[in-house]
């Protein structure tokens, strides 16, 4: 069993940043796939980027958020972070942290089912 915990959600104006924290506890696995999703009022959960811990840290990112936003973690705090500049209107959401452990190499990536799921944490950007 994985726990998950999100913080560092807030409301910013457009253009601006935030970091999003998520710390993992419980079962260690030998490797795993991380990933950061989002859900806005109205519409379905969509995955924003993924890492693949274990598998020389590659990471996927859906098209809207290339080159503004930055997946990343610190194995010793066993945290997963996502850097989000340039921040826009349409990225007001709940994120969530989510992990999935031990898929084969190559897995992780955009279109992975994940077993364990963070509460989310609230991201609101105002024009």
């Known amino acids: 069993q994985v726990q998950l915990v999100e913080s560092g959600g807030g409301s910013v104006q457009s253009g601006g940043s935030l970091r999003l924290s998520c710390v993992a506890s419980?079962?260690?696995?030998?490797?795993?796939?991380m990933g950061w999703f989002r859900q806005a009022p109205g519409k379905e959960r969509e995955v924003v980027a993924t890492?693949?811990?274990?598998?020389?840290?590659?990471?996927s990112y859906t098209d809207s958020v290339k080159g503004r936003f930055t997946i990343s973690q610190d194995n010793a705090k066993h945290t997963l972070y996502l850097e989000m500049n340039g921040l826009k209107p349409e990225d007001t959401a709940m994120y969530y942290c989510?992990?999935?452990?031990?898929?084969?190499?190559?897995?992780?990536?955009?279109?992975?089912?994940?077993?364990?799921w963070g509460q989310g944490t609230q991201v609101t950007v105002s024009s």
């Open positions: 989510a992990a999935e452990a031990d898929l084969p190499p190559g897995y992780c990536g955009l279109g992975t089912r994940f077993t364990w």
């Open positions: 419980g079962y260690v696995y030998k490797r795993y796939c």
């Open positions: 890492i693949d811990r274990g598998g020389n840290d590659r990471t």
